[in-house]
T-cell receptor, first 114, second 116 residues
C-alpha cells in the first residue's frame, strides 16, 4: 500500500528565509509524486509533480522538489520565503499512471514571519 | 476557461438525512474524482468516475455513491448522514488520455458539509 508522511504539521520561517517542507513516501512500485498548496477556503493547486526523468523538479512560485529514491523522500524547498507563501501544503503519491487515485499526506501549515 | 466548479458552497444537514453534491469538470476533462477532507487532515480519495462508470474506489462505505452524466459532470450522494461526515468535499477533474498531463488533477473550491 502507498502512504505519505509529512514531517511537521506546522513550519514557521521568516520572510526571505529558506523554506523546507519534508515528505517521505512508501510505495512498492515507482511512484508519481506531487506537492499541492491550499489557501484558506480554497481548493488545492498543483505546485509540482514528479513522474519520470529528472529528479529535481521545478514548480510554480519558485518552489522545487527533489525525488530521492534511496531516501524515499520528496522534500519541497524555496530559497526565499514570501508572505504570500503562507498556506497549507500537501505531499501526495500515486502509483497509477493515470493518477486516478492520489494518496495525500496530512499536510504542513506554513507560516511566514515578517 | 472555467475551472472546476462545485455546488453548493456550504450545506448544513441533520443526522440521517441524505445529501447530493455537484461538480462540473474543467472544460475538456472527462474524468472526475471526489475527495473528503476532514478538518486538519489531508484529502481522502472517495471514488473516480470515467465514462459514466465508477473506475476506482477508496475505503468509504456504500452510503457514499456517485454518478457521472454524459456531459462529464458528476454528483456525490451520501445517505444516512453521520456527524463524522462533516467535512470539505473536493471534486477534481482530469483527462487521463492526454499523456503526461493526465497526472494532474484540477481541484474545485469544495463544498463544506456540516452534519448536526
Amino acid at each position: 500500500a502507498q502512504s505519505v508522511t509529512q514531517l511537521g504539521s506546522h513550519v514557521s520561517v521568516s520572510e526571505g528565509a529558506l523554506v523546507l517542507l519534508r515528505c517521505n513516501y512508501s510505495s512498492s512500485v515507482p511512484p508519481y509524486l506531487f506537492w499541492y498548496v491550499q489557501y484558506p477556503n480554497q481548493g488545492l493547486q498543483l505546485l509540482l509533480k514528479y513522474t519520470t526523468g529528472a529528479t529535481l523538479v521545478k514548480g510554480i512560485n519558485g518552489f522545487e522538489a527533489e525525488f530521492k529514491k534511496s531516501e524515499t523522500s520528496f522534500h519541497l524547498t524555496k530559497p526565499s520565503a514570501h508572505m504570500s507563501d503562507a498556506a497549507e501544503y500537501f505531499c501526495a503519491v500515486s502509483v497509477d499512471s493515470s493518477a486516478s487515485k492520489i494518496i495525500f499526506g496530512s499536510g504542513t501549515r506554513l507560516s511566514i514571519r515578517p | 476557461d472555467a475551472g472546476v466548479t462545485q455546488s453548493p458552497t456550504h450545506l448544513i444537514k441533520t443526522r440521517g438525512q441524505q445529501v447530493t453534491l455537484r461538480c462540473s469538470p474543467k472544460s475538456g476533462h472527462d474524468t472526475v474524482s471526489w475527495y473528503q477532507q476532514a478538518l486538519g487532515q489531508g484529502p481522502q480519495f472517495i471514488f473516480q468516475y470515467y465514462e459514466e462508470e465508477e473506475r476506482q474506489r477508496g475505503n468509504f462505505p456504500d452510503r457514499f455513491s456517485g454518478h457521472q452524466f454524459p456531459n462529464y459532470s458528476s454528483e456525490l450522494n451520501v445517505n444516512a448522514l453521520l456527524l463524522g461526515d462533516s467535512a470539505l468535499y473536493l471534486c477534481a477533474s482530469s483527462f487521463p488520455t492526454s499523456g503526461l498531463s493526465s497526472y494532474e488533477q484540477y481541484f474545485g473550491p469544495g463544498t463544506r458539509l456540516t452534519v448536526t
